[in-house]
């Protein structure tokens, strides 16, 4: 039933944060919240369905738990009823405990990252194995034993505070850049559940920009997604995609964003960065301040490359060429100035250089690409 | 909740310029906080001596049995609250800045 289904992606998370807080139960807690699922799937079709769904099963999950402690453990009834009867908690605050319990530092990114997918977001472990490209034990295994570190290095279920939270915040972003990435051109359910994950995590905190700029960045990447990709499956560059295949809506809702966020660390100025190409042409000037900026916080080779594409499209393709980093066996560089040659007017020069760039890349659509690059000059 | 803290040389420690805490201040402060239970520093490698017995015989072999190149040169048992203090209190370890330390639960069987 489709209520059911949307009320499960909308929450899960919500139901297995609260029942972690109230039982520090990690197994009971999916197994509580999976059987009130199985309860609204018998009862929502023949009683409709109810009008606070998420309510409704967080209080059908507790009582299955409590059900189970009590079975389980009958000395035990009055302590955790007592607890479990506690008055209405704001269950923001568990979401929150919930993603960075998943992304604790202590745990190894591999295992934060299936175990927020699993965790938080309700996806089945048979869908983690697949899109991490390991079998469906392989994956039982690591988020069991990512559960067992949890109980037994007592990783706390909080949102840190103080430098604390500045200091692992990075890290649960770093978990949905790649849980976005994992998406981006394969498993596109990834890239959604990233950008749900992260757009509940910006309402969950609405004073970090970097969690509204993360956001804006996905948004910006994913309008092109019908856009990226030929019929034969090979990637379109962005000056030759297909602009009114573009998510109109995503663009102004990152645009949005971006207005009321203010620049305080790298996600802002690649979210930035991204936006610069949303128009009907791309604002190069404006992407190569960008990349200035970036370069002072993230110097890293690939930034270099691009800042030197971005200010070669924005200035003129010597000055470009000028700023090339030196990088020896790095095929994107000899791609790039192979660009850039032929757009300041040697073709011959830029032939070569584009079949040096072709023999440096592996066999597939992007040496394709080169390829057919030279042979246009 | 408690930790063993095993407090280990770095053969090629990085080079950490930030300002590297006190190991007298470390012991008081954890001491008075009642997080530090015990711990001590250990003789170097070479007073080590490792048993295995086997087929019932007692067999002992000079030095540490395992070939690492990282030293355990002490250890502090810890009683904290959960693994961020744990690590609060690790990080505050003059070694942490020059070595390395590693947390090991109870197993609480």
């Known amino acids: 039933m489709d209520a059911v289904a949307q009320a499960h992606r909308e929450h899960w998370g919500r139901i297995v944060a609260t029942l972690i807080r109230v039982t520090g139960d990690w197994t009971l807690a999916e197994d509580c919240a999976q059987d009130a699922l199985a309860v ?9 369905v109810p009008g606070n769904p998420g309510g409704w099963l967080v209080t059908v999950a507790r ?29 923001t605050d568990d979401r929150l405990s919930l993603i960075f319990t998943c992304c604790h530092p202590a745990l190894a990114l591999e295992a934060r990252v299936a175990l927020t997918l699993r965790t938080v977001a309700g996806l089945s472990t048979a869908d983690i194995a697949r899109a991490f490209l390991v079998t469906e034990p392989t994956m039982t295994r690591r988020i069991t034993r990512a559960k067992a570190k949890i109980a037994q290095a007592r990783i706390p279920y909080r949102v840190p505070e103080g430098d604390a939270l500045g200091e692992r915040l990075p890290g649960v972003l770093a978990v949905l850049y790649l849980l976005f990435n994992r998406g981006y051109d394969g498993e596109t359910v990834l890239a959604d559940e990233a950008i749900r994950l992260t757009r509940m995590l910006a309402g969950l905190m609405p004073g970090e920009s970097e969690v509204a700029s993360l956001l804006a960045l ?44 203010p620049i305080e660390g790298p996600y802002a100025l690649h979210a930035r960065i991204a936006a ?24 890293t080779a690939v930034v270099e490359l691009n800042r030197a594409v971005a200010h070669g499209y924005a200035y003129g393709p ?60 | 909740m408690k930790y063993m803290m095993f407090v280990c040389s770095d053969p090629e420690p990085e080079t950490d310029d930030s300002r590297v805490p006190d190991i007298e201040v470390w012991v008081a402060e954890n001491d008075a906080a009642g997080r530090r239970v015990t711990g001590n ?52 370890h003059p070694m942490a800045h020059a070595g390395r330390i590693e947390l090991r639960p109870y197993a609480d069987l």
């Open chain 2, 41 to 92: 520093v250990l003789a170097p490698p070479s007073a080590a001596t490792t048993v295995r017995v086997r087929g019932g015989q007692t067999m002992l072999t000079d030095g540490p049995f395992t070939e690492t190149k990282e030293v355990i040169v002490g250890f502090d048992i810890l009683e904290c609250a959960d693994l961020d203090e744990a690590i609060a209190v690790a990080a505050a």
């Open chain 1, 276 to 299: 610069g190409h949303v128009g009907a042409e791309s604002d190069w000037r404006s992407i190569a301040l960008w990349y200035d900026e970036l370069a002072r916080v993230q110097p």
């Open chain 1, 63 to 91: 009582n299955r738990a409590l059900d189970q402690i009590r079975r389980a453990a009958v000395e035990q009834r009055k302590l955790r009823e007592a607890v479990m009867i506690e008055p209405p908690h704001d269950d």
């Open chain 1, 218 to 261: 996905f948004l910006v990447q994913h309008s092109r997604r019908h856009a990226r990709r030929d019929e034969r499956g090979d990637l379109v560059p962005l000056d030759r995609q297909d602009r009114t295949r573009w998510d109109r809506a995503a663009i102004a809702e990152a645009l949005e964003i971006l207005l009321r966020t």
């Open chain 1, 40 to 48: 609204a799937l018998e009862r929502w079709p023949r009683d409709g």
């Open chain 1, 318 to 377: 010597e000055v470009g060429l000028e700023m090339l980093p030196k990088l020896d066996n790095y095929p994107l560089v000899t791609a790039v100035e192979a660009d850039l040659t032929a757009r300041a007017g040697r073709p011959e020069d830029a032939k070569r250089l584009f079949r040096r760039a072709a023999a440096e890349t592996p066999d597939g659509p992007e040496r394709r690409a080169l390829l057919s690059r030279a042979d246009e000059l």
